[in-house]
């Protein structure tokens, strides 16, 4: 057999399934100007370029190495042919799709494939490309948590597919989850040269970042993900069904795997991450709400989140169904939790600064929320997620956030918008105890700016959701509120809240 060509890796295709062979000739480039062109949070920075050194240090004379402004300006130093996997942006995509000499292959580090999704897109003809639907098909595709032979022609295990009902629970009683602390790696010599080249580039002026820097949490390389992900199984899995919707103030972890950003680095395979959860349900260790809760994170919304990403092309970035224009505040852009009051904002926008990472509820029903209900141009919001999040992605953030989380798609994924009043907040989360304001008031001077938000955001869109019936109720109730007039006049001047 011929020896495989070159592949060229991008810095989130690192992990061991982006190769052919063992020994493949391996290209990585360091291309500055990526830093350059957005303005990332310092820790997601370094994580990127640690993981892509570690990896060039661990393949040795096995991969060739370079370091260069641009991808460009690397190629031009390479020799030969290459073979590249299906890039992850759609930017990246076009590029290497104009290269002569470079072959690109179908993307990798996804359970299911592209035709897989048009495929079932097809089959669904006018009705709307529920997750749900695909999460099953995915289940019966790969055989994950399904009774009989394996192959998916059995039923789901245990009967049901999806077991969210059960797993919607607030947080424990006395707000703590007792597990031990997760996995964290070690920092090395690799990342202190990661930390002297950001501080160096900082000072010179060249580069510039949002965020705290801070010890590095999350892997790094192939090892520590595994250990991560042992981890992860090992103590948290069996909690994180319960608690998967939970937020609390002093434990912004709680029950969650923490693994996404090796995932989105491809240092692990999301396919090794289901079996690992499934074998432990099998073995009796976790609960299946809590394994079915967690697969469905990987084989259904991630999976969802990709392929839509193609699917809706480059448009659906664009969209803003609810002419929602205001730009980003000043404190949220920078990150200052310490310039707002409401506890749940300023906790999570903390975490954010502190670590670049939140789960996904405060994502969606704190950060998401908010921006939501103030009107604010969904595609800020979206790049500001991508920038901001050590897992941040261009495929990740553009139907999560357009769509899944602003709405601004009109529908096309959600059936109503992600906008909830501080009561959820208060259900679900310990942060309303220690807060100025009072989750269930929406005027006066301790008015939730959640709940206040919530009623403005229903004025302002009244007539574009008008003919949504899971909102009918709530904009039934809208009318009947006597102070309307002046909650939305109070809440359009709401600076800080
Ligand atoms: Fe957030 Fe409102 Fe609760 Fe304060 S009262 S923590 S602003 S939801």
């Known amino acids: 057999m011929a020896d495989p060509q070159r592949r060229w890796c991008f810095a989130d295709q690192l992990g061991p399934h982006f190769l052919d062979a063992k020994d493949q000739p391996v290209l990585l480039i360091e291309a500055r100007a990526v830093l350059r062109r957005r303005r990332f949070h310092r820790q997601k920075a370094h994580l990127v370029l640690s993981a892509l050194r570690h990896r060039a240090a661990e393949l040795g004379d096995q991969a060739l190495f370079v370091k260069a402004d641009t991808y460009g300006e690397a190629l031009a130093r390479v020799k030969g042919p290459l073979t590249v996997c299906g890039p992850t942006s759609r930017a990246a995509d076009d590029f290497v799709r ?130 991560a992900l ?118 999570v926008l903390r975490s ?13 029903m704190v950060l998401g929320n908010y921006g939501l209900q103030r009107g604010w141009h969904p595609a800020a919001l979206g790049d500001w997620f991508h920038r901001c999040f050590v897992d941040g992605y261009d495929w990740v953030m553009a139907t999560n956030v357009i769509g899944m989380s602003q709405y601004a798609d009109g529908g096309l994924i959600t059936t109503k918008p992600y906008a909830a009043g501080g009561s959820y907040i208060n259900r679900m989360s310990d942060f309303c105890h220690d807060c100025v304001y009072r989750p269930t008031s929406r005027s006066g001077d301790d008015a939730c700016p959640y709940t206040a938000g919530y009623w403005w955001f229903l004025a302002r869109n009244e007539q574009r959701l008008t003919g949504n019936w899971r909102l009918a109720p709530q904009l039934r109730n809208l009318r009947r509120i006597d102070d309307l007039d002046e909650i939305v006049a109070r809440e359009r001047e709401r600076d800080r809240p």
């Open 98 to 227: 104009k290269l002569d000499g470079v072959t690109v292959l179908p993307s990798r580090g996804f359970v299911t494939s592209r035709d897989h999704f048009e495929g079932w897109a097809a089959e669904r003809g006018d009705r709307p490309l529920l997750m749900e639907s695909f999460y099953r098909g995915a289940r019966r595709l790969t055989g994950a948590l399904m009774e009989g032979d394996g192959d998916g022609g059995g039923g789901p295990a245990g009967g049901r597919w999806n077991l969210d009902k059960e797993n919607r629970e607030p947080p424990p009683a006395d707000d703590e989850l007792p597990l031990p602390t997760p996995y964290r790696p070690r920092e090395d010599d690799i990342d202190e040269e990661v930390r002297a080249d950001l501080d160096a580039a900082e000072r010179r002026g060249e580069l510039s970042f949002v965020g705290r820097d801070g010890p590095r949490r999350f892997p790094a390389t192939r090892a520590e993900a595994l250990r």
């Open 230 to 347: 042992r981890d992860f199984v090992r103590h948290r899995l069996a909690t994180f069904g319960p608690y998967e919707d939970a937020m609390l103030a002093d434990d912004p972890v709680m029950s969650h795997s923490m693994l996404s950003a090796a995932m989105n680095l491809g240092l692990l395979d999301p396919m090794e991450c289901v079996r690992a959860a499934e074998s432990a349900w099998r073995k009796g260790e976790v609960p299946l709400r809590s394994a079915e809760g967690y697969i469905r994170q990987l084989i259904g919304w991630r999976e969802y989140m990709w392929h839509t990403y193609w699917h809706f092309g480059p448009s659906y970035t664009r969209r803003n169904a609810l002419k929602a224009r205001r730009r980003l505040p000043e404190w949220f852009a920078e990150l200052d939790a310490d310039a707002v009051q409401a506890n749940c904002l300023s906790t």
């Open 352 to 364: 954010v600064r502190d670590r670049g990472w939140t789960h996904h509820i405060p994502r969606l």
